[in-house]
């Protein structure tokens, strides 16, 4: 399984533009989540079979991406172009991941050094003090990707590093704009007409808008990679995750995600290490890739979806499945966000959350052997996550629980919004996701 499959996994089938909205201009996805209730044994059984979800965002494919970046040998670069920084870089991160070994995580040095080079280069240029008459001012922000390329009229006219905005003029109408990140996903919009307009990249979509600068634009999720091995060198790790800038909780938040990564890479990596000692000739390395998916579309918070995958070769003859993790933070204070915050009265909530939860995984009353798992008590400690459909909780699956390796297997069960609708808390921010 490629590492494309993995990121496109279930875990990121959420429908953007139903739940988030206005993706002008953006391929439009296709909700694909029919299932309730899944262990993450019978998902990759779906996957096995064909059953692949594709990224909100939609993929441009590798030959059309070389189409983009061969096209901008033969262009000029418009001598307005502007490029600048809208927050600081993120802070270089350091872990050592426990028992199990050591890693470091390292922001990029400079934006410059991580910016991939382009057929034709886009120096940035100093601000005109005047837009040419006539002229739409395009605003460019990017605030989670790595890197993402503007494009006007068929010319790369700058390329953003994360965290860093770029300003346009457009003189020539109709023309065509387009913003690229590096991960495919692209909104290209036609310009008919002289109007200022903003093109906002967060990591829950690209945001275009004419009237007014879109909201949450004042800080970024910018991706820090992260990469270390278990002290025998046989598990090795390498993903990026969130480094968040322009918060007034940045250091705790950062703190809180580099633990997480740091604990999680730890953990994974023991657990391929057990499976390896257990065969008969412990022979084969490990490997631990992923993709952490931020959202900045809810007001005052960052929810983050984590999708691992452990791989260990030769590979176990049962497989290994994926491993998913949630967090959400409130961008005020730092604090992780409980499932319990949701609720106007937490024992209440919890009580109906444990009934839906029974409920819709087609248990008995008393919850068989999931009951410990779905009691109120045990998932106000569930990670969670908010969906445009509901509260999806991640649990362990106490069918493995007997297992040296039982951290691997998780259940996934989704709550419909429908169902909370009489417990949820007036003020909370939940209200603001928008349902699909």
């Not at 009353?365 to 908010?386: C, F, H, N, V």
Request: one cysteine or more; a neutral charge; charged letters at 15%.
């Amino acid at each position: 399984m490629s590492d494309m499959d993995a990121r496109d996994d279930g875990r990121l089938d959420r429908s953007l533009s139903a739940c988030y909205g206005d993706l002008a201009g953006a391929p439009v996805p296709v909700r694909l989540h029919g299932r309730i209730v899944r262990t993450i044994q019978a998902r990759d059984a779906r996957r096995a079979s064909g059953h692949g979800l594709r990224r909100g965002l939609g993929r441009l494919a590798p030959a059309a991406l070389a189409v983009v970046f061969v096209a901008a040998v033969a262009v000029a670069v418009l001598p307005w172009a502007q490029r600048g920084t809208i927050a600081p870089a993120g802070p270089t991160a350091s872990a050592t991941a426990g028992a199990t070994g050591s890693a470091t995580a390292s922001a990029t040095a400079s934006a410059t050094a991580s910016r991939p080079p382009l057929a034709t280069a886009v120096p940035p240029t100093a601000a005109p003090t005047a837009f040419p008459a006539g002229a739409t001012r395009i605003t460019a922000v990017n605030l989670g990707e790595t890197w993402m390329t503007v494009t006007i009229g068929g010319n790369v006219v700058g390329q953003l590093a994360c965290g860093e905005t770029g300003t346009y003029a457009v003189t020539a109408y109709p023309s065509t704009v387009q913003v690229a990140n590096d991960q495919g996903g692209a909104s290209t919009v036609l310009v008919r007409h002289s109007a200022p307009m903003w093109w906002i990249y967060r990591p829950d979509g690209f945001t275009v808008a004419e009237t007014a600068p879109p909201v949450n634009r004042d800080y970024a999720a910018c991706p820090t990679p992260y990469a270390g091995s278990d002290p025998s060198g046989v598990v090795t790790w390498s993903f990026d995750y969130p480094t968040v800038t322009g918060t007034t909780a940045d250091a705790a938040i950062n703190s809180a995600i580099s633990a997480s990564a740091e604990r999680w890479a730890g953990q994974l990596a023991g657990d391929l290490l057990t499976l390896r000692a257990a065969r008969s000739t412990p022979t084969g390395t490990g490997s631990l890739t992923g993709y952490w998916a931020a959202d900045t579309s809810i007001p005052g918070w960052l929810s983050i979806s984590v999708s691992m995958n452990p791989t260990l070769d030769p590979a176990p003859v049962d497989g290994i499945p994926m491993w998913t993790a949630d967090l959400v933070f409130d961008l005020s204070d730092g604090h992780q966000v409980g499932v319990d915050e949701l609720f106007t009265k937490p024992a209440d909530g919890l009580a109906v959350l444990s009934a839906q939860t029974r409920k819709l995984m087609g248990l008995t009353a008393d919850g068989g052997i999931y009951a410990a798992a779905t009691t109120p008590d045990a998932l106000a400690s569930a990670m969670w996550y908010p969906q445009c459909d509901g509260v999806r909780l991640v649990f362990a699956d106490p069918v493995k629980a007997s297992l040296p390796t039982a951290s691997l297997y998780q259940t996934e069960v989704l709550i419909p919004w429908s169902a909370l609708k009489s417990v949820l808390a007036a003020d909370s921010p939940i209200h603001s996701v928008k349902r699909c």
